[in-house]
């Protein structure tokens, strides 16, 4: 199972550079089976640019979470404690194996009237498929 996530293009541009090896929520998908990440950079870009593999689900209070994510954060405290501010848990996705499509993909070509997600989307695998493998960069 993968899930779309919406996430801003600063840090998209981190994940891909490798800073940011940690996507930070404040809610998680309730499903446990969802191995892979699909990345929906928002406007101005708004397009699927890429996948990731999720190598671990960290959840704790904030502090605790930052005190063992913050290396690989890409975000500045400031900003995670404001996107953390007022709650008791948090989790983080720990970004394994990245793949960045060499063309990134218009979402409403793999799906039917699609707004990207608040929070975000399962994606059963006949609703989306991987592009061709030449639109795969491992990174």
């Not at 848990?89 to 970004?95: F, S």
């Amino acid at each position: 199972m993968r899930v779309l996530l919406s996430i801003k293009p600063e840090h998209v541009e981190n994940i891909r550079r490798g800073t940011k090896t940690f996507e930070f929520r404040r809610r998680i998908f309730a499903r446990r089976d969802v191995q892979t990440v699909l990345i929906y950079c928002t406007r101005p870009v708004s397009r699927l640019i890429g996948e990731f593999d999720i190598a671990d689900i960290l959840e704790d209070e904030p502090e605790a979470l930052w005190a063992s994510t913050a290396g690989g954060s890409g975000i500045s405290k400031d900003f995670f404690d404001a996107y953390f501010e007022g709650r008791l848990r948090g989790y983080a996705l720990q970004i394994g194996a990245l793949r960045i499509y060499d063309e990134p993909i218009c979402p409403s070509d793999w799906f039917d009237n699609f707004t990207p997600p608040q929070s975000y989307m399962y994606v059963a695998a006949a609703e989306a498929c991987c592009p061709p493998p030449r639109q795969l960069a491992m990174l």
